[in-house]
């Protein structure tokens, strides 16, 4: 069976998968958004090339500053490049090392513990004030669906990882309800600052205030999240947002044009990119039998019972209720562009789907194709008559099965062949 955290990253992921995503920024466009709403970051600008960067830190203004390379992925400092080079965060000094520690990261993929073997294309460097921690905290704003609301999740326990704390430490971890409409009240924001700690009046009001102005760009922007790890309070008196990360949710695009003109597809994996334009949700594991089927919840069932009988699935992929002969055809090509792939099962029940809509696919796909691995298929429900005599009149070599569990094994022993 898929691994319980396995199957939760696979369930959101294909909640925001084809039309259904969640926009992700860098954090040089975080800290632009934050700095809008007045909320208050070290000194930060990006560049985009080695001189670009040599020319921002000539004007900086100091000579000590910190450089991160721009990836949507977490980890970063302790990560490494394809090109040999370790760590995607630094301390640097002078422009000269400014321009020598960029050119090391962009244009090279960065590899940490979030971006798989391959990494991320670091197309962008981001330079920032160093500035120095008294404390750091943890905040994000999120929406919780058992209590219908957004809430305020916040740690004393900040710069590390907010999942480890809350294993370690549940009581680290304080969650304050957020009225939808009306936001923070000052007062509970206040209350919150001092019960975490920041250690004066000033400090505190600070926190507050920057509580308050999250929750309106969560609001303002149609956020689904928003992160900032760590909140810091420097030794000389200031609150600063220090790395934010935000998430946008999809379906306000009609009205957040200037945000999602900032999404970068450099980051994301080019076959679920092609997939998006044809409305199939499909995500890439790392198994080896390629899954077609119709609906998350039949694809989540389809492998978990290829790990039943000892296959390891390749992709999850959802074709929906509203796949065409050329839908299914697109959606076998994308399947075989993946070298790994042995065996492929398709698995469809048809309600609004007509099962005979996805044999023809499947004869197109085998036929245009040259379909190199041996496909296995179950087709169940609406036009299944059709669709079976539709297969069995092709000629093709198909493996047709009426039961989930046959075809499965089925896949399973062929992709060992």
């Known amino acids: 069976m898929l691994s ?42 990006p560049a985009h090339t080695p001189e670009e960067a040599y020319d921002v830190a000539k004007n900086w203004g100091s000579d000590e500053y910190v450089i991160k390379a721009q990836v949507l992925a977490g980890g970063r400092g302790k990560g490494h490049f394809d090109n040999g080079f370790k760590g995607g965060v630094h301390l640097i000094k ?133 992160e900032i790890n760590p909140l810091t309070e420097t030794k000389d008196g200031a609150v600063l947002c220090m790395d934010a990360k935000f998430g946008f949710d999809d379906n306000a695009e009609f009205r957040q044009k200037d945000i999602f003109e900032l999404r970068d597809i450099s980051q994301e994996d080019p076959v679920e990119i092609e997939a998006q334009k ?27 019972v290829l790990k039943l009988h000892g296959g390891d699935p390749a992709n999850f992929l959802d074709v929906g209720g509203g796949a065409t002969a050329d839908t299914v055809k697109k959606a076998f090509e994308l399947l075989l562009s993946d070298q790994k792939v042995s065996a492929i099962l398709l698995n469809v029940f048809g309600g609004i789907m007509r099962c005979d809509y996805i044999a023809e696919g499947v004869i197109k796909a085998t036929k245009e194709l040259s379909l190199r691995v041996p496909l296995v298929v179950r087709l169940q429900g609406n036009k299944e008559k059709e669709a079976k ?15 989930l569990d046959e075809a499965a094994a089925k896949a399973v022993e062929l992709s060992k062949a």
């Open 94 to 226: 002078g422009a000269d090392q400014a321009k020598e520690y960029a050119a090391k990261m962009i244009g090279n993929n960065l590899i940490t513990k979030q971006t798989g073997a391959g990494g991320r294309l670091v197309n962008a460097v981001m330079l920032a004030e160093k500035r120095e921690a008294a404390h750091e905290y943890y905040a994000a704003i999120l929406n919780d669906r058992a209590r219908q609301t957004p809430v305020l999740v916040t740690s004393s326990k900040g710069g590390m990882n907010i999942e480890e704390v809350a294993h370690d430490d549940p009581s680290a971890i304080i969650t304050t309800p957020i009225d939808h409409i009306n936001g923070l009240s000052q007062s509970d924001a206040l209350a919150l600052a001092k019960k975490l700690g920041f250690s004066t009046e000033s400090t505190q009001k600070q926190a507050a205030d920057i509580f308050s102005k999250l929750y309106t760009i969560f609001k303002d922007k149609d956020s689904t999240q928003i």
């Open 389 to 403: 005599q539709l297969i069995a009149e092709s000629g093709l070599k198909i493996y047709a099965f009426d039961g």
């Open 278 to 304: 044809y409305n199939l949700n499909f995500i890439k594991l790392d198994g080896n039998i390629g899954c077609l089927v119709n609906g998350a919840g039949l694809a989540m069932a389809t492998m978990d």
């Open 4 to 45: 319980s955290i396995q199957r939760a990253r696979l369930v959101a992921k294909a909640a925001s998968a084809g039309q259904k995503r969640f926009l992700s920024i860098h954090e040089y466009q975080s800290v632009k958004l934050l700095n809008a709403y007045g909320v208050p970051t070290p000194k930060s600008i």
